[in-house]
C-alpha cells in the first residue's frame, strides 16, 4: 500500500541554521507529494507541493524536489526563524481513484532565538 | 482561505453519548473528507464524500458515520462516543483542478474532542 516516512522529531535548531526534514514515500503509480505546516492551535495549511518527478516546490522559504529514483521529498529551508516552529507532515496522494492523501506522522520543529 | 468552518470547535461528552460535527464549505467543492489526528499517527481518513449523498469509507471508520444533504454540509457522527474517539477531528474539501490530477486539500481548523 500507500505509506510516507518522515523522521521522527522533535528537531531543535536555533535561529538562522539550515533545516532538512526527511520524507520518503513508498506509491503505486505516480503520486503528487505536499509538504502541510501546522502552527500551534491551528489546522494544517498547505506549505508546498510537486506533482512530477524532479518538480521543486518552494514557499515562504521552504524548498523540497520530488525525486523518483530515491522516492524521496526532504524539506529544506537555508535560514530557519523561530516563527517556523510548527508541525510539519509529509503527504502523497496518488493519481488515481479518489485521490486519498495519505500522511507521515508528522515532525516537530523547535526554533529558539 | 478554503471557505472551511467546524462546529463545534471544543466539545466535551461522555462515553455512550452520540455526537455531531459539522463541517460547512461555501465554495462549492464537490470532494469533503473527515480525518482525525492523534499522536504518532500522522492524520487518518475516516470517511469521504464525493457528492450529495456520495459518501465512503476511509481507513478508520469504525463508530463513525458520515451524511451529506446539501454541498455545503459535510456532518460526521459518533454514534456511540467512546474514550478512543478522543481526538482532533479536521474537515477538508480538495480543490479540482482541470485533467483531476494533483489537486490540493485545504483543512478546516478542526474540532478537539474529548470523550470522558
Known amino acids: 500500500g500507500n505509506s510516507v516516512t518522515q523522521m521522527e522529531g522533535p528537531v531543535t535548531l536555533s535561529e538562522e541554521a539550515f533545516l532538512t526534514i526527511n520524507c520518503t514515500y513508498t506509491?503505486?503509480?505516480?503520486?503528487?507529494l505536499f509538504w502541510y505546516v501546522q502552527y500551534p492551535g491551528e489546522g494544517l495549511q498547505l506549505l508546498l507541493k510537486?506533482?512530477?518527478?524532479?518538480d521543486k516546490g518552494s514557499n515562504k522559504g521552504f524548498e523540497a524536489t520530488y525525486r523518483k529514483e530515491t522516492t524521496s521529498f526532504h524539506l529544506e529551508k537555508g535560514s530557519v526563524q523561530v516563527s517556523d516552529s510548527a508541525v510539519y507532515f509529509c503527504a502523497l496522494v496518488t493519481n488515481t481513484g479518489f485521490q486519498k492523501l495519505v500522511f507521515g506522522t508528522g515532525t516537530r520543529l523547535l526554533v529558539s532565538p | 482561505d478554503a471557505g472551511i468552518t467546524q462546529s463545534p470547535r471544543h466539545k466535551v461528552t461522555e462515553t455512550g453519548t452520540p455526537v455531531t460535527l459539522r463541517c460547512h464549505q461555501t465554495?462549492?467543492?464537490?470532494?469533503m473528507y473527515w480525518y482525525r489526528q492523534d499522536p504518532g499517527h500522522g492524520l487518518r481518513l475516516i470517511h469521504y464524500?464525493?457528492?450529495?449523498?456520495?459518501?465512503d469509507k476511509g481507513e478508520v471508520s469504525d463508530g463513525y458515520s458520515v451524511s451529506r444533504s446539501k454541498t455545503e454540509d459535510f456532518l460526521l457522527t459518533l454514534e456511540s462516543a467512546t474514550s478512543s474517539q478522543t481526538s482532533v477531528y479536521f474537515c477538508a474539501i480538495r480543490g479540482e483542478l482541470a485533467g483531476g490530477i494533483g489537486e490540493t486539500q485545504y483543512f478546516g481548523p478542526g474540532t478537539r474532542l474529548l470523550v470522558l
Open positions: 510537486a506533482t512530477k518527478a524532479d
Open positions: 465554495e462549492n467543492h464537490r470532494y
Open positions: 464524500s464525493y457528492g450529495v449523498k456520495d459518501t
Open positions: 506509491a503505486t503509480g505516480y503520486p503528487s
